[in-house]
């Protein structure tokens, strides 16, 4: 015979949670309760998953259909949209140029149910106003045309742009430099996740998103500001982080050079048919001088030791980054070629490299004077502080009987 409880009883029942339908799918899928915190979940970021949040309306339909992409398959809430180049008349690109001018480029997909708020649009802002016009030498192609297209494809290199910008942001707006500068390491996060997932494909049909994405990747590592026991070229533990991110773009770029899209392909080496080089000597005075000194101080060494060969080799490849870095730029001056100062470390080989990391005197004292170079970049924004950091840890790490050798490039950073 059924009774009902007494009041008093029903009082002191147990009140559920409130339950919510918003949280990510990884942890849905483990059934744990997720703090729905985006762009990725406290339990996501704990573990190193990706974190994805479905879109409105298709919470009940999480798994993909199956013809998407691999991409999708790691994204499942990404949306495909038409194509820009289904267009009976492309659109014309900033430089004049129309689409079809331009390679083919990947299809266009929506990327606004991967979990990005207000916050995040104001950091897209933030990109397309300011911080691209940063990474530009002359205002045209690869970032202000190029690499929107590309983001908008692929999720992994639109959170790099996002990080990127975050960044750049947290230099600006002090009060919410820990905002922006966690966000950035949320985005980065996310999208290595992303980048892994994409290159397990071995077909090399992602390899220029993902030479973009390697790309930003390294603008995010100088971007975060100079960082303890880490000296671009070497650090006090391990691999420094800097050099293995320009490994990964140098192995992209190398093993698929002739599929990427040469409208972001660089080239690092110097154009012999630019006519309006500026004399090295002139920006940077006393550089032949110290530069023949070191040269035939290096020879002498050889001669005892043959493994010297591979410092006259690092030092001919930085004597023609010096040669092909300045150019004469009308009434504004001297203009300097960015992707030549970077060049020098992308074009060493390995045993010079390895060489630095090993702290080996001659391999420093090269460095040092790689930075003279450096020095002529250190107004943007991203190189903040780097110079005088490596500066410092050079001199540190440097035997007493080299240090001599740092006079000339002290003068110049």
């Avoid at 990327?111 to 916050?119: A, H, I, K, M, T």
Wanted: proline share 7%.
């Amino acid at each position: 015979m059924s009774h009902t409880p007494p009041a008093s009883r029903v009082a002191l029942s147990r009140q559920t949670h409130r339950k919510s339908r918003f949280g990510c799918l990884e942890c849905k899928k483990r059934r744990v309760k997720c703090d729905e915190a985006k762009p990725v979940c406290q339990n996501c970021s704990r573990r190193s998953t990706p974190c994805h949040f479905s879109s409105p309306g298709a919470t009940s339909h999480p798994t993909p259909p199956p013809s998407i992409s691999p991409l999708d398959q790691h994204i499942p809430s990404i949306i495909k949209s038409p194509s820009l180049h289904d267009s009976t008349s492309p659109p014309q690109l900033a430089n004049g140029l129309n689409d079809a001018q331009v390679h083919t480029l990947p299809p266009i997909h929506s990327v606004l149910s991967l979990g990005f708020d207000l916050f995040d649009l104001e950091i897209w802002h933030h990109w397309s106003t300011v911080v691209c016009y940063t990474l530009s030498e002359d205002g045209e192609n690869l970032f202000l045309q190029n690499v929107h297209k590309i983001a908008f494809g692929n999720a992994y290199v639109a959170q790099l742009i996002l990080a990127v910008s975050a960044l750049h942001l947290a230099r600006k707006d002090a009060t919410r430099r820990l905002a922006c500068i966690t966000r950035s390491n949320a985005h980065q996060s996310s999208a290595i996740n992303g980048m892994m997932a994409v290159m397990s494909d071995d077909t090399n049909k992602n390899c220029t998103e993902l030479y973009m994405a390697a790309c930003m990747l390294v603008f995010c590592s100088f971007g975060k500001g100079p960082q303890p026991g880490q000296y671009l070229a070497y650090s006090d533990y391990g691999e420094p982080q800097w050099l293995g991110l320009l490994n990964g773009v140098k192995s992209i770029l190398e093993q698929n050079r002739s599929k990427i899209y040469p409208e972001v392909r660089p080239t690092f080496e110097p154009d012999p048919n630019i006519s309006n080089r500026a004399p090295t000597e002139e920006v940077l005075p006393g550089f032949s001088k110290q530069f023949d000194r070191l040269r035939q101080s290096i020879e002498l060494l050889q001669a005892e030791d043959p493994s010297f060969k591979k410092y006259l080799e690092a030092l001919e490849r930085l004597h023609e980054c010096y040669v092909a870095t300045f150019e004469y730029n009308g009434q504004k001056g001297i203009k300097i070629s960015s992707h030549m100062v970077f060049a020098f470390l992308y074009r060493c080989k390995e045993e010079y490299t390895s060489s630095i990391q090993s702290k080996r005197p001659m391999a420093l004292v090269i460095l040092a004077h790689y930075l003279v170079l450096l020095a002529q970049l250190k107004k943007e924004w991203y190189l903040e502080g780097w110079v005088p950091h490596i500066m410092a840890a050079i001199r540190s790490h440097l035997h007493p009987t080299y240090k001599h050798w740092l006079a000339w490039p002290s003068q110049h950073v």
